[in-house]
């Protein structure tokens, strides 16, 4: 379903975990904002492009996981494609596994995805004529994360570094370095915020709830963690302790997107930071707080546990 939030704005669901694809209508130029998993999510953009008597030739990506990306065939001869500088790497490196799923060759998924035809690293502007995208990035779900900011509206297209239909997904990224993005967001003036997955949520004063409650979540149970390692409680008794209902509770339902299960997985994914943290020798930042890793993502390491979770 595609709805207008905003004239010339919308959003278009995709069948992971209540996704969100977005579309930007500008005077000079349509961008599509993220393609879904399956081939005709991202068909149903392009034909809605088209029935506003506009052209679907420009694509731009939040980053390159598969329920993101794969769907965006229609776009493939678009004639601008945008997304981070990492986001084709990422892509890549997951379709191995995504092809497995999907009973295809990794060449074959491969050839139905629109890949870019610009990248950046920093930050990059869009100028539609009547209106402009800044897009940013907001690593630690992914790090070819970005971001895309409608500045006049005050309209945040955040991609998966926000979700409000899930609890954060980190299985493919960094709890310390997400948490670090949540809060620099919580910092902007956003007044309609428009998640990777989940409901959009209007109001500056629901969208720094929202961002706040993210932020927390990973920073509470990122210290219960630490507490009970410290303690030499044994992971699989850290993830039983840390519970649902005490870390989650009435915020998201429980019975939905197989909720408990991305909570466990999301504490696991902490144990594992923790578990890889210098040693204390090393500066700290910020006066014996977590370091947060510098963006070089080399050794984090890859489980699949994400990818799998998100296109279930
Ligand atoms: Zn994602």
Same mark, same amino acid.
């Given at each position: 379903?595609i709805?207008e939030i905003i004239?010339? *704005? ?13 579309i930007?209508?500008g005077?000079?130029s349509? $961008?599509a ?6 081939a005709h999510?991202?068909q149903?953009m392009?034909d809605?492009? +088209? ?18 990306? =794969? ?8 004639v601008?494609?945008?997304a981070?500088?990492l986001?084709?790497?990422?892509c +890549?490196r997951?379709?191995p596994? =995504?092809a497995v799923?999907?009973g ?6 491969? !050839?139905?995805?629109?890949w ?6 920093h930050?990059l502007t ?7 995208l +800044?897009?940013f990035?907001?690593?630690g ?7 895309v900011? =409608?500045?006049e509206?005050?309209?945040?297209i955040a ?6 239909g ?5 299985g493919d990224g960094d ?7 949540l ?5 902007r ?7 990777g997955h ?11 709830? $929202?961002?706040? $409650?993210?932020?927390g979540?990973?920073r509470?149970?990122?210290?219960a963690v +630490?507490? !009970? ?5 044994p992971s !699989?008794e850290i993830?039983?302790g ?6 989650v509770?009435?915020?998201?339902p ?13 504490v ?10 210098p040693p204390p020798?090393?500066p ?6 977590d370091?947060v890793?510098?963006?070089?993502w080399?050794g984090?390491? $890859?489980?699949?546990?994400? *990818? ?5």
């Amino acid at each position: 379903m595609i709805r207008e939030i905003i004239p010339g *704005v919308y959003t278009a669901d995709h069948a992971v975990a209540e996704g969100k694809n977005a579309i930007v209508v500008g005077q000079r130029s349509v $961008w599509a904002i993220d393609a879904g998993t399956y081939a005709h999510e991202g068909q149903e953009m392009a034909d809605f492009i +088209r029935s506003l008597g506009r052209t679907p030739d420009r694509l731009l990506y939040t980053h390159g996981h598969g329920d993101h990306a =794969l769907g965006s065939g229609a776009f493939r001869d678009a004639v601008e494609i945008v997304a981070h500088e990492l986001m084709p790497v990422e892509c +890549r490196r997951l379709l191995p596994l =995504l092809a497995v799923r999907a009973g295809k060759t990794p060449e074959e998924l491969a !050839a139905q995805i629109a890949w870019p035809t610009i990248t950046f690293s920093h930050e990059l502007t869009l100028d539609l004529g009547d209106r402009r995208l +800044r897009l940013f990035p907001t690593p630690g779900h992914s790090q070819d994360g970005v971001s895309v900011l =409608l500045e006049e509206e005050k309209l945040l297209i955040a991609g998966d570094a926000v979700v409000t239909g899930i609890v954060p997904a980190i299985g493919d990224g960094d709890s310390r370095i997400l948490q670090a993005t949540l809060e620099r967001l919580a910092k902007r003036e956003i007044e309609i915020l428009v998640p990777g997955h989940g409901a959009v949520v209007y109001g500056r004063e629901n969208v720094q709830d $929202w961002l706040g $409650w993210l932020a927390g979540y990973l920073r509470d149970v990122r210290a219960a963690v +630490r507490q !009970a390692l410290d303690a030499g409680t044994p992971s !699989a008794e850290i993830v039983e302790g840390i519970e649902y209902d005490r870390f989650v509770g009435d915020r998201l339902p429980k019975d939905r997107h197989g909720m408990p299960k991305r909570h466990a997985n999301t504490v696991r994914k902490i144990i594992e930071e923790k578990a890889t943290l210098p040693p204390p020798s090393l500066p700290q930042v910020g006066g014996g707080a977590d370091p947060v890793p510098s963006p070089n993502w080399g050794g984090l390491g $890859w489980g699949g546990s994400i *990818v799998e979770e998100e296109s279930r």
